[in-house]
T-cell receptor, first 117, second 112 residues
C-alpha cells in the first residue's frame, strides 16, 4: 500500500519564476492538504482540496494556488517566487472532511524542498 | 501570532526513562490536539490525539495529558527508546476544520 508520494524531491528556482509541485495521496484517501514548513518552524497550512475544490485556505497570498484531479492527486502552484518561499512543502492526505469525523490521521508525504535563489 | 507553542527546542533523555514534551496554546476554541513525530527526510507521522473534552489519552508507551484551564498539553513517552529520537510536533485544530496549526517542534534525543 503506497503512502503519500510527492515530486520532485528537490527543486531550485529563481526569483520571479513559477513552480508546480505534485502529490499523490495514500490509497483510499480523497482529501489533500498542503503545508509549508520553513526552516526551524512547524508546518503551516496552505489549503485543502476535496472533490476537486479548494475547501479551506490558510493565510497565504493568491500566488499560491492548487488543483485536485479526479484521481485525487493534487498540484500546488506558486507564481512570482520570492526568496521567502524557500521551504519544505508537505502534502497530507486524509479521508473525507472534518465534518465526517475528527481530524488527526492526516498522512504526510516526505515533502518537496524548494530553494529560491 | 503563534497560537501553538513548544518552548523547548530540544530534550535529551536516557533510554528507559520518561520523556515529557510540553506544548502551550492560546486559543481556547481549539477542539482537538495532536502529536506528530518527524524523522529526517520523512514527513510527520501521526502519533496520538486528544479531544478537548478529555484530559488524558493513552496508546501504548504514549500518553497525552490536556489541562484546559492552563491551556497546556504534554506527551509522555514511557519507557523512552533510542528509536523515539525525532522531532515532535504538537498541533491543534478548530471545530469543523481539518486545518492543523503546528508548534515549532521539540527535538528529542534518547541516548543509551
Amino acid at each position: 500500500d503506497a503512502g503519500v508520494t510527492q515530486s520532485p524531491t528537490h527543486l531550485i528556482k529563481t526569483r520571479g519564476q513559477q513552480v508546480t509541485l505534485r502529490c499523490s495521496p495514500k490509497s483510499g484517501h480523497d482529501t489533500v492538504s498542503w503545508y509549508q514548513q520553513a526552516l526551524g518552524q512547524g508546518p503551516q497550512f496552505i489549503f485543502q482540496y476535496y472533490e476537486e475544490e479548494e475547501r479551506q485556505r490558510g493565510n497565504f497570498p493568491d500566488r499560491f494556488s492548487g488543483h485536485q484531479f479526479p484521481n485525487y492527486s493534487s498540484e500546488l502552484n506558486v507564481n512570482a517566487l520570492l526568496l521567502g518561499d524557500s521551504a519544505l512543502y508537505l502534502c497530507a492526505s486524509s479521508l473525507g472532511l472534518w465534518d465526517r469525523g475528527p481530524p488527526g490521521e492526516q498522512y504526510f508525504g516526505p515533502g518537496t524542498r524548494l530553494t529560491v535563489t | 501570532d503563534q497560537q501553538v507553542k513548544q518552548n523547548s527546542p530540544s530534550l535529551s533523555v536516557q533510554e528507559g526513562r520518561i520523556s515529557i514534551l510540553n506544548c502551550d496554546y492560546t486559543n481556547s476554541m481549539f477542539d482537538y490536539f495532536l502529536w506528530y513525530k518527524k524523522y529526517p527526510a520523512e514527513g510527520p507521522t501521526f502519533l496520538i490525539s486528544i479531544s478537548s473534552i478529555k484530559d488524558k489519552n493513552e496508546d501504548g508507551r504514549f500518553t497525552v495529558f490536556l489541562n484546559k484551564s492552563a491551556k497546556h498539553l504534554s506527551l509522555h513517552i514511557v519507557p523512552s527508546q533510542p528509536g523515539d529520537s525525532a522531532v515532535y510536533f504538537c498541533a491543534a485544530s478548530l471545530y469543523n476544520t481539518d486545518k492543523l496549526i503546528f508548534g515549532t517542534g521539540t527535538r528529542l534525543q534518547v541516548f543509551p
